[in-house]
């Protein structure tokens, strides 16, 4: 399986060559580190997905070239809603950011997998519906489901339902 290229923007150089040291121990990853937005857009065209510093100068425009481009962009930024559902706080574990990068990157020792189950609840879950009506529909109980959920979050490495969503629409788009 080929590893997905990431590129590391990071306002700080050494900051950036960290991030990428510490990600290169997912055999799923082969990170690039950069700290400038004009470097993140050169480097991330030619790349899978662009881990993107929201404090480097440029940065909104880098994200909207790479956006345009088809580039995945997952944001380094503590600002909750600022950037949609791919963001990961610069203070998170570099596991999140591994599996932001490239959903299913595990723990660098593999690749967790969802069940089938936690795959049907993530499915509709990213089609909007809420905990309720995805008991109704699979004939199990929301608190069944609020499990599933809870495990779905650990396995990805998100901290909520916005942060999975996005990941399931990138592994999509991957797979696309």
Avoid at 3 to 20: S, W
Avoid at 125 to 150: M, W
């Amino acid at each position: 399986m080929k590893p997905v290229v990431a590129v590391v923007a990071h306002v700080e150089a050494m900051a950036a060559e960290g991030i990428a040291a510490a990600l290169r121990s997912y055999p799923s990853l082969a990170p690039i580190a950069v700290s400038s937005a004009e470097a993140a857009v050169l480097r991330g065209l030619r790349a899978d997905v662009v881990a993107l510093d929201d404090r480097l100068p440029g940065a909104d425009r880098a994200a909207a070239r790479l956006l345009a481009a088809g580039v995945r962009v997952v944001h380094l930024s503590e600002e909750e809603d600022e950037y949609g559902p791919v963001r990961v706080s610069p203070r998170a574990r570099i596991a999140h950011l591994a599996m932001a990068l490239a959903p299913g990157a595990g723990n660098g020792k593999g690749s967790l997998r969802l069940t089938p189950r936690e795959t049907e609840i993530l499915d509709l879950v990213s089609r909007g519906l809420a905990a309720k009506q995805v008991a109704r529909q699979l004939g199990i109980s929301p608190k069944t489901v609020e499990q599933h959920k809870s495990r779905i979050f650990t396995k990805l490495g998100v901290p909520n339902q916005a942060a999975a969503v996005g990941v399931a629409l990138g592994l999509e788009r991957s797979h696309a």
